[in-house]
């Protein structure tokens, strides 16, 4: 069974900084992609990084927040830097895996850290 944890999720002043980290475990045999989202209003896709090197962003977060993955031990991280109010949510990270080579792979979700910038 495969289980993402999240952690680092914090109360932070406005223009603070936060780092959420994010670790899988359980039966993988490769991860395709990490990614984060976050759950405001609705749930809003925040950053991906792919397991070719391929990074995304939302026009939310360039240049604020920047996502890092260690494909091999399995965990990432998502700095983020100059923080605003906005930027309150549950953050949640996502992983686009195999848990059987030559599969098309399935998505998981870790269940939320909590993140809220105060103004």
């Known amino acids: 069974q495969v289980r993402l944890a999240e952690s680092g999720g914090d109360l932070v002043q ?20 990490m990614s984060w989202y976050r759950q405001g209003p609705g749930r809003e896709f925040v950053a991906t990084l ?3 090197g391929i990074t995304k962003y939302a026009d939310s977060v360039k240049g604020r927040f ?11 991280t998502l700095q983020m830097n100059n923080l605003k109010p906005e930027d309150t949510a549950l953050y949640f990270c996502n992983m686009h895996l195999r848990t059987r ?8 979700w870790g269940q939320g850290t909590q993140v809220t910038v105060s103004s």
């Open 14 to 33: 406005a223009g603070g900084s936060l780092s959420l980290s994010c670790s899988a475990s359980g039966k993988i045999s490769s991860i395709v992609a």
């Open 50 to 52: 792919t397991s070719t």
């Open 66 to 76: 920047f996502i890092s993955g260690d494909f091999a031990s399995r965990s990432m």
């Open 101 to 108: 080579a030559f599969t098309p792979g399935d998505q998981y």
